[in-house]
């Protein structure tokens, strides 16, 4: 077996758990889809932006995207973030069931935040890849919310960790969980105990 099938193997093996070092492209996941294998029951994909406010028109699937404050400059298809730190919120219609949530962002130069927002509920940012990119060094990071019952609308809120980002990409995607037996029974049993309540504060308004 030679040395270099082994490394490929490996790499292989850790998947996108590593970062990775090599050349970043525009407009390409350099990293694995997160979610592996499965086909997201939803997917939304920006790799061009319409403004420096954001962006109502996906390349790929529907959702929104805004920037608070706006972005300051276009630069190409993607949108750089001259000096200020916006908090970016992309939105999702949800349909029925339960649901692994990820969000995926490809950014040059400075990055993103390492907390993400689905609902208010946070999840911390997953490094993919890194590689030199035109605009700076680029990172591919994911977050995911596992077991989600799917809801109407899916609100996901980050944010940049300085000035200085280039917005490359932005993916939002649900995969169909495959939560354990227990799970099932916790979740139908927080479901049980928040319509118990939702019955007890209509009793009491
Ligand atoms: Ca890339
Ligand atoms: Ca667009």
Redesign the pocket.
Known sequence: MSLSYNLAAIALAVGTAFATSAS???????SQAPWGGATPVQYVEWNSFDSIEGDSTPEIGAGTISLTPPAAIQMGEGIYTLFNMPTITATLAGTAGVFDVYLRA?VQGNTLASEATLNGISATSVLA?TGA?SHGD?E?LYWVWNNVVGTDLYTFQFKTAAPHVFI??IALATVAAVPEPSTYAMLALGLGILGAASRLSRKQS
């Open positions: 970043a492209t525009t407009n390409v996941w350099d490809a890849f990119g680029e591919e490359d990409q």
